[in-house]
């Protein structure tokens, strides 16, 4: 007999145990299924931006999260790159935080921070197991998915005796089972984007000797090394236990073969010098951009690996993923609810697949093409004098190539957004309130901490609004059976920066309509905000 639920979630990693606890937070009946009760001692997804901690902070978690840290408690973010390899004598180092992320914090509750993936993987577990709406099943893996108009179903293979196969079923599906997504493809879900025609090594290991070498830095967590003859794939190192061991990504020939190839030989060239390593984990990975057509397909969903994936630079992978869900985890918290329509569902693929086209292409693979070209145009052989010129500009624009990530939903059905915007990964960081954007946080005048206050539903912010606006809104709330918290405070001091004296927010944080007075149709607004349409 099959078991029922709400939601069945193929795929306990982080996207997937974070879509249980978003769900599970808001009372919705899962179930996780995952193949592997063992957490991956691989540490890759590691850079956590300040959007991602805001997650953690609303699933009140954020502080176990950064006491999984296993960086020393201060120990920067940012990293060095150098040219050719680590001992060169051309390297920059951002002073305090790199360019991209200085711009960025101000506009977010919570700082950034790094750890292993399978750190962070271990905290959600953990608030997981503690909600009693959330089942998670371990040593079984997905083979079959079935769907129709009336629900999902899920037959799930066991790794343990007696080796009986399972079945799920439920009103929704979403697959957060990586890469080779067994749901994305049993759907019919296809994929596109940029083959670099790239290998890739992985290495991860112990070098207490290439610790003391990189003494001659600033302490750093990641350390790039840019060789010409990658034409902008660079050497890529980064810590996991300071002093002792590290990850390095380092581009190999197409014709390597990974039992044959000598590992150690590629460290020394990245490092530019001989030392012995301890290897924990060594092999080969295509490098690729890879994003879905669609993120849905009726009542199945994909999310992170699954929907979009990407050579790991940048930090946008796991970022991304866990974004992806906490999108999507209140839109169908909000649907089985009864709060919710199905437009409100739809707009996730219509909110998220945009911005990961724009990163993989604009962010990430636009970047490696331009710093490929750097290196193709300048250096030290060819022109010393231009060489340290151009090395000195790239120096003082941090690695900046004009582009500023800061993603929104301008464009989105269920925002109230400018005529013809669209949903991009492009944007600009304003503490002005802006339908589709991220509210920025302001103080309160009474001290209070503003994201204490948004509520788990739509928050309404009252600043000092004409009489009755938030009354109108309010009502029209209550109709439709949508959870509403108002928010009132004055529009003295910093307030004054939102330049709106009424902001909607929706549970994900983002503004979906502004204003100064009551809009001329409360309902109208509020029915397309949760995507009900009109009656």
């Not at 991956?40 to 502080?63: D, M, S």
């Not at 209140?330 to 709060?339: S, T």
């Not at 204490?452 to 739509?458: H, R, S």
Request: charged residues 25%.
């Amino acid at each position: 007999m099959a078991e029922k639920h709400q939601v069945v979630i193929v795929g306990g990693g982080p996207v997937g145990m974070g879509l249980a606890v978003e769900l599970g937070l808001r009372g919705v009946n899962c179930v996780v299924i995952e193949r592997h009760r063992e957490l991956a001692r691989i540490p890759k997804g590691q850079n956590l931006t300040p959007r991602t901690l805001e997650h953690f902070y609303f699933w009140g978690i954020a502080n176990e999260l950064r006491a999984a840290r296993i960086m020393p408690k201060g120990y920067p973010i940012g990293g060095v790159t150098a040219y050719k390899n680590l001992m060169s004598e051309y390297w920059w180092r951002p002073e305090g935080a790199p360019r991209g992320r200085a711009a960025m914090r101000p506009h977010y509750y919570e700082d950034g921070d790094r750890m292993p993936q399978y750190q962070l993987e271990a905290v959600l577990r953990a608030k997981a197991a503690t909600l009693p709406s959330v089942k998670l099943v371990f040593d079984q893996a997905a083979k079959r998915v079935e769907h129709d108009a009336a629900g999902v179903r899920v037959v799930a293979e066991s790794s343990v005796w007696p080796y009986e196969d399972e079945v799920y079923e439920g009103e929704y599906l979403v697959g957060c089972d990586g890469a080779r997504s067994l749901v994305r493809d049993q759907v019919g879900i296809q994929r596109a984007g940029t083959d670099f025609e790239q290998k890739m090594a992985l290495c991860v290991f112990k070098a207490p000797q290439l610790h003391a070498a990189l003494e001659r830095y600033p302490k750093s967590s990641t350390y790039r090394a840019l060789d010409p003859e990658f034409h902008g794939y660079p050497f890529m190192h980064g810590r996991v236990v300071v002093g002792e061991s590290f990850f390095l990504l380092a581009p190999v020939p197409n014709d390597a073969d990974p039992h044959a190839f000598d590992y150690q030989a590629l460290l020394n060239r990245c490092a530019g010098f001989a030392y012995e390593a301890e290897f924990e984990h060594k092999g080969f990975w295509d490098m690729r951009v890879s994003i879905a057509e669609q993120y849905q397909v009726a009542r199945v969903f994909i999310a992170g690996d699954a929907a979009h994936s990407h050579p790991p630079f940048g930090g946008f992978g796991l970022n991304n993923g866990l974004e992806d869900i906490r999108n999507l985890g209140w839109k169908l918290a909000a649907r089985l609810q009864g709060w919710g329509g199905d437009a409100l569902l739809a707009s996730y693929s219509e909110e998220r697949r945009p911005i990961f086209w724009e990163v993989g292409e604009d962010f990430i693979a636009r970047g490696i093409e331009q710093e490929g070209d750097f290196l193709e145009r300048y250096s030290p052989e060819k022109d010393l004098a231009e060489f340290e010129q151009a090395w000195s500009d790239f120096e003082e624009t941090g690695g900046n190539r004009g582009l500023t990530y800061e993603p929104h939903y301008e464009g989105s059905p269920v925002v109230a957004g400018p005529p013809g915007a669209v949903c991009s990964a492009h944007g600009e960081f304003s503490f002005r309130a802006r339908p589709g954007h991220h509210l920025s946080p302001q103080p309160l005048s009474d001290g209070r901490y503003l994201p204490e206050e948004l509520g788990p539903g739509f928050t309404l912010i009252v600043l000092d609004a004409p009489s009755g606006a938030a009354e109108a809104l309010t009502a029209a709330a209550a109709g439709l059976r949508i959870p509403f918290a108002v928010v009132r405070d004055t529009y003295a001091d910093g307030r004054k920066r939102f330049e709106a004296r009424l902001i909607l927010v929706r549970p994900d944080q983002h503004v979906v309509w502004v204003g100064d007075e009551a809009p001329a149709d409360p309902e109208g607004l509020l029915r397309q905000v949760v995507g009900l349409g009109q009656p």
